[in-house]
């Protein structure tokens, strides 16, 4: 018989706490997915942490156990939403991620983020995150840099204040997404060929700044 070490694989065993672990991923997802599937077919208003709970077939204790309240569950939701938006223009394909010309991404970012606001829009309006003070949110300010980097790829020069709130404002403030649809009648179509009007025509003037 041979004395070498035996190098087979060792089957891997979760400890309480892994298996724990594991089991607070898995509700954390069932119950994002149930809240989505309630705000989608009956608005945000519906998002109870009854309805939740009923919806993913759990305890309402289970729900309170992962966020804490309504509003800890829609912002849950809203950070779920955004980690895989920055996660697709950070390290996604192109365009909206890197290897397209600095245009193409800056028009592409534009779109996925006013459909994402729109599609959102009841849960940022229901938390609070109209979008008055987007800039000084973290989501703001991330996306305030990714802008700046690609219109300074696109010849801007340094002062890029102004440019970067006329291009954000429109995509992050659902606020002003909801004007754009309850008063002015526009649909997210038209409200996304409209900013990119705006944006080619700020492209096209940009040896001014």
Same mark, same amino acid.
Do not use: C
């Given at each position: 018989?041979?004395?070498?070490?035996?190098?087979?694989?060792?089957?891997?065993?979760?400890?309480?706490?892994?298996?724990?672990r594991?089991?607070a991923?898995?509700?954390?997802?069932?119950?994002?997915?149930a809240?989505?599937?309630?705000?989608?077919?009956?608005? +945000?208003?519906?998002v109870?942490?009854?309805?939740?709970?009923?919806?993913? $077939?759990? $305890?309402?204790?289970?729900?309170?156990?992962?966020?804490?309240?309504?509003?800890?569950?829609?912002y +849950?939701l809203?950070d779920?939403?955004?980690?895989?938006?920055?996660q697709?223009?950070?390290?996604?394909?192109?365009?909206? $991620?890197?290897?397209?010309?600095?245009?193409?991404?800056?028009?592409?970012?534009?779109?996925?983020?006013?459909?994402?606001?729109?599609?959102?829009?009841?849960?940022?309006?229901?938390?609070?995150?109209?979008?008055?003070?987007?800039m000084s949110?973290?989501v703001?300010?991330?996306s305030?840099?990714?802008?700046?980097?690609?219109?300074?790829?696109?010849?801007?020069?340094?002062?890029?204040?102004?440019?970067?709130?006329?291009?954000?404002?429109?995509?992050?403030?659902?606020? +002003?997404?909801?004007?754009?649809?309850?008063?002015?009648?526009?649909?997210?179509?038209?409200?996304?060929?409209?900013?990119?009007?705006?944006?080619?025509?700020?492209?096209?003037?940009?040896?001014?700044?």
């Amino acid at each position: 018989m041979s004395n070498s070490p035996d190098h087979s694989p060792v089957p891997l065993r979760l400890s309480g706490a892994e298996t724990e672990r594991a089991d607070a991923a898995r509700n954390r997802r069932l119950l994002l997915a149930a809240a989505k599937n309630l705000i989608d077919n009956h608005g +945000a208003a519906a998002v109870t942490m009854d309805a939740v709970a009923r919806e993913a $077939g759990v $305890g309402k204790g289970t729900v309170f156990r992962r966020f804490g309240s309504r509003t800890g569950l829609m912002y +849950a939701l809203l950070d779920h939403s955004e980690s895989e938006m920055q996660q697709a223009y950070l390290s996604g394909p192109a365009p909206l $991620g890197p290897g397209a010309p600095a245009f193409e991404r800056l028009l592409a970012y534009g779109r996925a983020r006013l459909k994402m606001t729109a599609a959102h829009l009841d849960i940022l309006l229901e938390a609070g995150g109209g979008g008055d003070d987007f800039m000084s949110h973290p989501v703001g300010r991330a996306s305030s840099l990714h802008v700046q980097i690609l219109l300074r790829e696109l010849g801007f020069g340094p002062h890029l204040q102004v440019a970067t709130i006329a291009v954000q404002t429109p995509l992050l403030s659902a606020s +002003a997404v909801k004007h754009l649809i309850d008063v002015e009648g526009l649909d997210i179509a038209t409200i996304i060929e409209q900013w990119e009007t705006m944006v080619t025509a700020l492209v096209a003037g940009r040896g001014e700044f």
